[in-house]
């Protein structure tokens, strides 16, 4: 009797056909040239000359892949009409190549192919083809509306609080309400916000904009549809709003305790302003990137915390990065059904597939893979503390964009590997690896189960 079990063929697919994840590859590679190509062009920078290739290829790759990593300075460096692509390439890169390119082609066509279906559908990590076109419309209604709402608040402040002109405080208030709704962290301030640290009204809008941008927008459209059903709510939904809120306490608590008495940080604020700065830190983690605090003279053991923070990131299908709170609380949840020594693992009363656990295992060990092969890579080629590196490294893989200020620095070797890096975070690890793979393997038959000792 044969030792292996018979399972029927799979179906034979073409390679070439149906692979939304290579498209999505593919789309945001294009939009990176296309934006590299347009902040080459001498009416993208200021003064004489245009930007050079690695400083266009670095920007346009922070910006599309909403991470806010910069090499120059983007409110000096960039005329008017570069800030303008940048805005651009973030609102591009945030919103999602495919399901943008969809949104249009709805406008145009009226109607959708099955490829760009399945292209949305996993880009936004739908569960399904139903209804893509009213799932389009209702992303594009709450990006435009949460946007807006904070746009206007930020143009009331600048213009009233701080005597901006109409036209510098408009383009003000709509460049950082989309930056930081989806997550980008590019400011048109010289010192990011380190001015605007102790002004709520600044920080609390940007920081509202952030925290729903990465939610995810599942998230968001099941809270508006069942906000007071909170019966009705997913497993998803329920684990990426505990977990934020959780994420964000912690993180504040953590920030805000061990730089309370840095005299280069919060230490010359009052008690208010330092959990104002804290907790705007904190958001900051989530993959957004703005700093109110020099995230250089910060203590060593804050970036070990954010560190953990950044890797986790935000929730799925949003603007943020990182391997996502589901993944985390997955691998979390496994762990206590582990220690407790049940079968199987339960979340609010719901069993959790197999399959669930594979993908997350898969995930944290290529983020882990990718994120160590990069650090090391580093270090063999600058004289910077591991420290500081790997601070660099996770930001960039999380699309956080936060920096110990030592990427300008960085030589163009270092600088390639953080845009590789942002690249690979955006996309995610498995879409990427799936998205460059040749072909797809099915195997007709399973092998016979054996136990490993573990521990």
């Known amino acids: 009797m044969s030792s292996v079990n018979r399972t029927a063929p799979a179906p034979a697919v073409r390679p070439s056909r149906l692979r939304p994840a290579r498209t999505i590859v593919s789309a945001f590679g294009l939009a990176i040239a296309l934006g590299t190509a ?5 009416i993208s920078k200021v003064g004489p000359g245009g930007a050079s290739f690695l400083e266009a290829l670095f920007t346009a790759t922070s910006a599309v892949c909403v991470t806010g990593h910069v090499v120059v300075d983007t409110a000096t460096y960039w005329t008017p009409f570069g800030q303008v692509v940048i805005l651009a390439l973030i609102q591009v890169g945030g919103f999602g190549i495919m399901t943008f390119a969809s949104l249009v082609g709805l406008a145009v066509l009226r109607k959708i192919s099955l490829r760009s279906r399945l292209t949305t559908a996993t880009e936004a990590h739908s569960f399904g083809l139903d209804d893509v076109s009213g799932l389009l419309g209702r992303v594009a209604r709450i990006t435009l509306v949460i946007q807006g709402a904070v746009a206007v608040l930020l143009f009331l402040r600048f213009s009233l609080g701080y005597g901006e002109p109409v036209g510098r405080a408009a383009w003000l208030a709509v460049f950082h309400s989309v930056s930081a709704f989806n997550n980008a962290g590019f400011s048109l301030f010289s010192q990011n916000l380190v001015p605007y640290a102790l002004d ?6 940007i920081a509202a904009a952030i925290i729903l941008g990465g939610i995810g927008f599942p998230v968001i459209m099941q809270l508006r549809k069942h906000l007071r059903h909170t019966l009705k709510w997913t497993m998803n939904t329920r684990i990426v709003l505990a977990g934020t809120i959780t994420l964000l306490v912690a993180g504040t608590v953590y920030i805000t305790a061990i730089e ?8 010359a604020m009052e008690w208010p302003q330092k959990l104002l700065a804290g907790f705007f830190t904190s958001v900051q983690t989530r993959t ?15 970036w070990i915390g954010m560190d953990v923070l950044m890797l986790i990131g935000g929730g799925p299908a949003g603007t943020a990065g990182g391997i996502k709170i589901t993944t985390f609380a997955v691998l979390f949840f496994i762990l206590v059904t582990e220690l407790r020594g049940e079968g199987a693992v339960n979340v609010f009363g719901k069993r959790l597939p197999r399959s669930v656990h594979r993908e997350a295992i898969t995930v944290v060990l290529l983020a882990v893979a990718v994120v160590v092969t990069a650090t090391v890579a580093l270090m063999l080629i600058t004289d910077e503390t591991l420290d500081r590196l790997m601070f660099e490294v ?3 893989f999380g699309t956080v964009g936060l920096s110990t200020g030592i990427t300008a620095d960085l030589p163009p070797a270092g600088q390639v590997i953080l845009i590789l890096l942002m690249f690979i975070g955006r996309l995610g690890p498995i879409t990427f690896a799936s998205g460059l793979a040749l072909a797809d393997r099915h195997i007709a038959y399973e092998l016979p189960k054996e136990r490993p000792i573990i521990g």
């Open 200 to 205: 709520p009204f600044i920080c609390l809008p």
């Open 260 to 267: 309370w008495s840095n005299p280069a940080t919060l230490g």
């Open 38 to 42: 347009l902040l080459m062009l001498p």
């Open 394 to 396: 996770v930001s960039a």
């Open 288 to 302: 957004a990137g703005f700093n109110s605090i020099d995230i250089g003279a910060m203590d060593p053991a804050s």
